[in-house]
């Protein structure tokens, strides 16, 4: 199959991987770097602009960091927009505005193409081993014929609902991790403070009902100090900046996002906008004033 893929960042480049990997023809795009030379070697053909890249594919798949990204993509200059013809399928795989998503996908379906929201959760990690959750609003039909991608780049896949819902369904998972990444943060902060080792409190919670992935992963880094990105404190704050404004539109109280969001916003003044989220524990630490790592205090 023909597919474009624009955006080369930490998840796109190895979900494009993936699909080189499956066999499929890619059309690459890369914001304003080039398309990495790996890439072009294992087949794929870099484009100069998105409306060539959706001149070239059948499917187009965008996969940049926020809402107004994804507009530009699509409806700016040169966009992917002017490259459509009817037929064609449009995948948003950011995560963006629920809102914004149903209006694009409005201005696509105009054009004669489907539209799919398809947002992502699993990091990195996820990406490059092809086990993404993929979470996904459209049309039944449209999904049907993506489904063979969505299982080169992910295990759950799941359609959620009609345009919007995969974005909605996505800033949930946000507000579920952010506040695991808390919990476990405060947790393993806590135990440190009262002269515990937190490796062996994780290990020993991790055969327990705290059993998490995040406690397994971000545990780890958090005990580690690990904390370069896999998933970047700036775009979980763009995430949760996307719940807390539609929850204001929508009148729920979401008390524990706004805390974790002033979490990450603690670490982004003290310089960790690039940080891996699991890095938030330093905000708890700060708060402390004991770091995971450090000597337990005199009883």
């Not at 629920?98 to 799919?116: Q, S």
Request: net charge negative; charged share 20%; hydrophobic share 45%.
């Amino acid at each position: 199959m023909k597919i474009g893929f624009i955006g080369l960042g930490i998840m796109g480049r190895p979900m494009a991987e993936n699909l080189i990997r499956a066999g499929h023809s890619l059309f690459l795009k890369s914001g304003s770097r080039p398309v990495p030379a790996e890439l072009i070697e294992a087949g794929s053909t870099a484009c100069d602009s998105a409306r060539a890249v959706a001149e070239r594919a059948e499917i187009v798949i965008t996969m940049v960091p926020d809402t107004p990204q994804v507009e530009e993509v699509l409806f700016g200059p040169a966009g992917v927009a002017e490259g459509l013809t009817p037929g064609k399928t449009v995948i948003d795989m950011s995560s963006i505005s629920p809102i914004a998503t149903k209006g694009f996908a409005r201005r696509i379906n105009e054009r004669g193409c489907d539209y799919l929201d398809a947002p992502v959760s699993g990091g990195e990690v996820g990406a490059k081993a092809g086990s993404l959750t993929v979470m996904v609003g459209g049309p039944e039909a449209a999904f049907e014929r993506a489904r063979p991608l969505f299982e080169v780049m992910g295990k759950n896949i799941t359609l959620v609902g009609s345009n919007g819902d995969g974005q909605t369904t996505k800033v949930a998972n946000q507000i579920i991790v952010a506040l695991t990444i808390e919990a476990v943060g405060e947790a393993l902060v806590f135990a440190a403070k009262a002269g515990a080792d937190p490796a062996r409190v994780r290990a020993a919670l991790m055969g327990g009902f705290a059993a998490s992935r995040i406690l397994e992963v971000h545990g780890q880094r958090m005990v580690e100090r690990a904390f370069e990105p896999g998933f970047r404190i700036e775009l979980h704050r763009k995430d949760l900046n996307l719940a807390l404004e539609g929850a204001q539109a929508l009148g729920v109280p979401l008390p524990n996002t706004a805390t974790a969001q002033e979490l990450f916003n603690t670490c982004i003044a003290h310089g960790g906008r690039a940080w891996d989220h699991s890095a938030m524990v330093r905000a708890l630490e700060l708060m402390a004033n004991h770091a995971l790592g450090s000597a337990p205090e005199p009883a």
